[in-house]
């Protein structure tokens, strides 16, 4: 690739170039993203899980009880002068099974998000101090061409080991690009530390440049809380107080229930009263019945 001019971010501003090359303008570039601290042990934290994340852990032995064979004593016990053996699959023995090997396993480790994020804006705050950032406004290709990939490289001075950074829509880019070796084409969702930190040079466009206007650049770099994900547990913990209310109604109305049937007094006084009522009511039949005798 020929060299061209560039600019350095130095002072966090970047030129604009277009596809052959000529200067747009610059861009400002966010102090937030790529003009932090360089944390090397949170890079190194970060990267060295999404590493472990990348390990299949398929990786197996066979115990000496997985292996085939070995039922029956190799030689008899006394005699022979050798150290007695019960079969011939210990560890010890060639074909024998693997004491302490390894198993299938998972190897992910949780890494909090913000780190995550951090350590993305480290590594582009790295590249930025560099000068190891480009900005194109797009590739422009109509169809998919490795030459005229490599010739929008080369005039806005991408050499060495190169990321390019597209949006999803811009498939010719990608299929044009794939077949450079040192080249690596990445949608903007899936930019990661690791991939930053193994290019020398990394290639923005409009739409994928984080910070800028475009919508291309899906990876979310800010740190800020999202209160708008909260609301929808508030609605749901509603009914769960209406339930709660009729848990309090059923029971009182249960332990009235309970009262009544427990307490005595509550029933005897209603029952005399029965009782009590029932001679007013004869009183006056007998006396009528004197008056007709008379």
């Known amino acids: 690739m020929t060299t061209a001019e560039t600019a350095t971010s130095t002072s966090l501003t970047l030129e604009r170039h277009a596809a052959d090359g000529s200067v747009l303008g610059t861009v400002e570039l966010d102090e937030t993203i790529f003009g932090v601290a360089v944390n090397v042990p949170l890079i190194h934290q970060v990267v060295t899980a999404q590493l472990a994340a990348r390990r299949s852990g398929t990786q197996s032995t066979k115990t000496r009880a997985e292996v085939a064979g070995g039922a029956a004593k190799p030689f008899r016990q006394k005699g022979t002068g050798n150290a007695r053996q019960g079969t011939n699959r210990a560890p010890h023995f060639s074909g024998g099974g693997v004491a302490l090997g390894p198993h299938p396993r998972k190897y992910d480790q949780k890494t ?8 993305l804006r480290c590594a582009l705050s790295d590249r930025a101090n560099e000068g190891g950032l480009r900005l194109v406004d797009s590739f422009g290709l ?14 806005i001075g991408a050499e060495g080991r190169v990321l390019v950074v597209l949006s999803r829509d811009d498939e010719m880019a990608a299929r044009s690009l794939s077949n450079l070796p040192h080249v690596v084409a990445l949608p903007g969702d899936q930019l990661t530390a690791f991939d930053v930190l193994c ?3 990394i290639v923005f ?33 509603k009914p769960v107080k209406a339930v709660s209310a009729k848990a309090e109604t059923v029971e009182v109305a249960s332990a009235d229930t309970e009262l009544a ?22 009183e006056p039949a007998e006396t009528e019945t004197e008056d007709d005798s008379d």
Do not use: Q, W, Y
């Open 199 to 201: 290019a020398d040079v």
């Open 142 to 155: 109509s169809a998919p061409k490795t030459k005229s990939a490599v010739a929008v490289l080369d005039a």
């Open 112 to 119: 909090p998000k913000k780190m995550i994020r951090a350590a």
């Open 205 to 237: 466009t409009d739409e994928t440049l984080p910070g800028g206007s475009g919508n291309g650049a899906a990876v979310d770099l800010s740190d800020e809380s999202e209160p708008d994900e909260v609301e929808p547990v508030g609605a749901k913990a």
């Open 261 to 282: 049937e427990v307490d005595p007094d509550v029933a005897e006084p209603a029952e005399i009263e029965a009782d009590e009522a029932e001679p007013a009511e004869t």
